[in-house]
């Protein structure tokens, strides 16, 4: 849906929403759908497949006040994820999801993505901004390629934006995902974050 290339100077310069979020921190409003076929077992010769090596979902408290000063975690910490993270990652195989060579992070806000980094093995948790300084998730940069397909802040048809997470990485493994193809991708971890961090899933997939 958005395809227009942003500097940090454009994102800064842009309306001012509910501090300190401007409209280029924040998605699109979008319309759309998303499907994807599972099956067990192999799909036939000459059939691409995504295999799925693992996958957890984990659902919190329904309050938000329910979740402030618990020692297992706060707000920022994104408890639920952080378990769906490691339960996936661990039926995979993988130490974090840096093991990856794409990575799929439901971000409908540019700091949620910052805020999954620490879940995913990335970094602690105050470290996420500082990352993202480094060159991390760039195709050029070190570690995996980060929502290759511009994520959520490129479009985000809010019923299905998380399966589409799961749909781009399908796609990478299979080596179909076109003008946004990361070269190699053979393992992707895809992620979903529903109402306000309660519910999170992580799915990791592998081209054979």
Do not use: K
Request: with cysteine; net charge negative; hydrophobic share 40%.
């Amino acid at each position: 849906q958005i395809r227009t290339p942003y500097t940090a100077a454009d994102v800064l310069a842009s309306r001012l929403l509910a501090w300190p979020i401007r409209q280029l921190d924040a998605c699109p409003i979008s319309e759309g759908v998303c499907a994807i076929v599972l099956t067990r077992g192999s799909p036939g010769p000459g059939r691409p497949a995504a295999y799925v090596r693992g996958r957890a979902t984990v659902t919190d408290t329904y309050n938000m006040g329910d979740r402030f000063d618990r020692p297992e975690g706060d707000l920022v910490e994104l408890l639920t994820l952080q378990r769906a993270a490691r339960r996936a990652l661990d039926q995979a195989g993988l130490a974090s999801a840096a093991e990856a060579d794409v990575v799929e992070i439901h971000a409908p806000f540019d700091h949620a993505e910052t805020m999954a980094y620490a879940p995913l093995g990335f970094c602690a948790a105050a470290d996420g901004p500082a990352l993202v300084e480094t060159g991390f998730g760039h195709r050029e940069g070190p570690g995996p390629v980060l929502n290759p397909s511009g994520g959520p802040q490129a479009a985000n048809p809010v019923g299905a934006t998380a399966l589409v997470r799961l749909a781009e990485c399908a796609l990478q493994v299979m080596g179909d995902a076109g003008q946004h193809q990361v070269p190699g991708a053979a393992t992707a971890v895809a992620t979903g974050q529903g109402g306000s961090t309660q519910f999170s899933t992580c799915t990791v997939l592998s081209g054979s």
